[in-house]
């Protein structure tokens, strides 16, 4: 099982620097989740990319189609209060933003329900090691 944050999420469906890496690792995966706070991330990434002229309007169209109809087959991680409370205290701890806490709250949350090895991915070192540090193995 893969949990992908954003900034891996996004990879999958714009062409960044590990973006091939990414889509071989989700193809292999039997399960690939994330929190729900990804979706409004990712498409906040993609407008950023059509206001910046990195992503032309009509692929900024196919993309966000693609990535909406991906959606439902993720494995997603509702927001509660003992989420948010519970990502809070790791965002204390680890020196996180509030979106990437959420995340690792996530992930966490995640692996103490799954009945198998939970893979952590993120672009973020900073998250990446508060990752680490937390007990979860990170997607090379």
């Known amino acids: 099982m893969l949990y992908l944050d954003t900034s891996v999420l996004v990879k999958i469906y714009v062409e960044e620097d590990g973006s091939i890496a990414i889509r071989e690792q989700v193809n292999k995966a039997r399960f690939v989740a994330t929190s729900m706070i990804a979706y409004v991330e990712a498409r906040a990434a993609f407008a950023r990319r059509r206001r910046e002229g990195r992503l032309a309007p009509a692929d900024h169209h196919r993309t966000v189609r693609a990535f909406d109809s991906d959606w439902e087959h993720y494995l997603l991680v509702e927001i509660t209060d003992s989420l948010i409370r519970g990502a809070a205290t790791l965002a204390e701890k680890h020196s996180l933003r509030a979106y990437d806490s959420i995340h690792l709250a996530s992930a966490t949350l995640l692996r103490t329900r799954a009945a198998e090895a ?6 973020n070192a ?11 193995e990170l997607l090379s």
């Open 118 to 123: 939970i893979l952590f991915g993120s672009w």
């Open 126 to 136: 900073n998250l990446g090691n508060a990752a680490r540090r937390e007990g979860l």
